[in-house]
């Protein structure tokens, strides 16, 4: 089964508090940050709070990623070095990735590590392809707030200056058959706009979304969950086409609609996706 990464909360690796409340929140992975959320003169305190952290919680099924800070900066090559032989982390997240070589950097000095990419620059999307290609990627995330800073564009509801960087990266991450999740939504107080963006990023094809704050997790989950009408539409139409083959037939119809071999394909991931969330709430 394949892991679901519905909600990618991040947390700032200096707040022991919030280190601690995130061993029981309902998140599919944490994203323990060292770059953007940790004021320069914190960032090693942050890292030894974050390496005592790993060493004794237990956050059960959610992933542990860790968000270096980059290697052209003072603390990215120790943060590679802290990290490069923990077992307690799923995977490292490397910033403002803008070509293939960029990882290839991270991975000389983490051999071992599962590598995520940042994806909020011009650059990097435009060497989306590349980036996702990458044998040692698991993933990339959508940094919305640094690509919107960069390539000047304003918010909106629809987020249609965004959707030429977020379909280039999604396309890009499909093609690899990578994770792909979708950056965040900052007025964390409007459940209402984060269910829409949670909705627009799914039916889009994304596989999550980031956030930033707890409250915003139930809405995550629920958006990029199968909903039961899905699952039970998945199961039937797997049933109808098992019958079909039973009887010669290539094609299925359910409810007045054909069920082909590539909506079973569709079915089986929903219903996969669907047993992998609930395992991880056991």
């Known amino acids: 089964m394949a892991r679901p990464y519905r909600s990618m909360l991040y947390i700032p690796a200096s707040?022991?508090?919030a280190l601690e409340k995130a061993r029981d929140l309902p998140a599919d992975a944490i994203i323990f940050d060292l770059e953007d959320a940790v004021l320069p003169e914190e960032k090693s305190r942050a890292r030894d709070i974050l390496?005592?952290?790993?060493?004794?919680?237990d956050f059960g099924s959610r992933a542990r990623i860790v968000r270096i800070n980059?290697?052209?900066?003072?603390?990215?090559?120790?943060?590679?070095?802290?990290?490069?032989?923990?077992?307690?982390v799923d995977g490292v997240l490397v910033p403002k990735v803008g070509r293939a070589a960029d990882l290839d950097?991270?991975?000389a000095l983490m051999p071992q590590v599962p590598l995520w990419a940042m994806m909020e620059t011009a650059r990097g999307m435009l060497n989306a392809a590349g980036i996702a290609a990458h044998r040692r990627l698991v993933g990339l995330?959508?940094?919305t707030n640094d690509l919107a800073r960069e390539i000047g564009s304003r918010f909106r509801p629809d987020r249609l200056p965004m959707m030429a960087g977020l379909g280039t990266c999604l396309?890009?991450?499909?093609?690899?058959?990578?994770?792909?999740?979708?950056?965040?939504?900052?007025?964390?107080?409007d459940a209402a706009g984060l269910r829409a963006e949670c909705e627009q990023g799914r039916d889009m094809g994304f596989d999550g979304k980031t956030l930033i704050h707890p409250d915003q997790l139930a809405v995550a989950n629920e958006v990029f969950a199968p909903s039961p009408e899905e699952i039970s539409l998945a199961a039937r139409q797997i049933a109808a086409f098992r019958e079909a083959r039973a009887r010669g037939e290539g094609v299925a119809v359910l409810d007045g609609r054909i069920v082909e071999n590539l909506h079973v394909e569709t079915a089986r991931r929903i219903l996969?996706?669907?047993?992998?969330?609930?395992?991880?709430?056991e």
Do not use: M, P, S
């Open 15 to 17: 707040k022991e508090r």
């Open 51 to 57: 390496l005592r952290e790993l060493a004794v919680a």
């Open 70 to 88: 980059g290697l052209d900066t003072a603390w990215g090559r120790d943060d590679a070095a802290a990290f490069a032989g923990n077992r307690a």
């Open 105 to 107: 950097a991270v991975a």
């Open 141 to 143: 995330v959508v940094g």
């Open 171 to 189: 396309l890009a991450a499909k093609a690899e058959g990578r994770v792909v999740v979708d950056g965040v939504y900052n007025a964390f107080k």
């Open 272 to 281: 996969e996706q669907a047993e992998a969330i609930a395992g991880g709430a």
